[in-house]
């Protein structure tokens, strides 16, 4: 079992900056590719950005060149800087572990989610 708390949410106006983190319970931490998810009212969860155990990293077109997903194994700890932040950005952050075994069993955990309001 994983347990994933988020942390760094809160308002902020039109053109701000926040920086969410999360923080895992896993003993594996590495071996996990850790998404970060939002979701608004009345809208679909969407995916926001990833990064694999490899480094490798992925955004919604909708905040690339705006958010930066970091990781340190470490501390196991995944962050989300979130720049020049617009009112469509308000909406719960929810922070992800996901890993696919060979075996095929998949490991997927979620943190409570945080939320992050973007007004003026």
């Known amino acids: 079992q994983v347990q994933l708390v988020e942390s760094g949410g809160g308002l902020v106006q039109p053109g701000g900056s926040l920086r969410l983190s999360c923080a895992a319970s896993?003993?594996?931490?590495?071996?996990?590719?850790m998404n970060w998810y939002r979701q608004a009212p009345g809208k679909q969860r969407e995916l926001v950005a990833s990064?694999?155990?490899?480094?490798?990293?992925n955004f919604a077109d909708s905040v690339k060149g705006r958010f930066i997903i970091s990781r340190d194994n470490a501390k196991k700890m995944v962050y989300l800087q979130m720049n020049s932040l617009k009112f469509e950005d308000t909406a719960v952050y929810l922070c992800?572990?996901?890993?696919?075994?060979?075996?095929?069993?998949?490991?997927?955990?979620w943190g409570q989610g945080i939320q992050v309001t973007v007004s003026s």
């Open positions: 992800n572990a996901f890993y696919s075994a060979l075996s095929g069993k998949q490991y997927d955990y």
């Open positions: 896993a003993s594996a931490f590495s071996i996990y590719a």
């Open positions: 990064i694999t155990s490899g480094g490798s990293k």
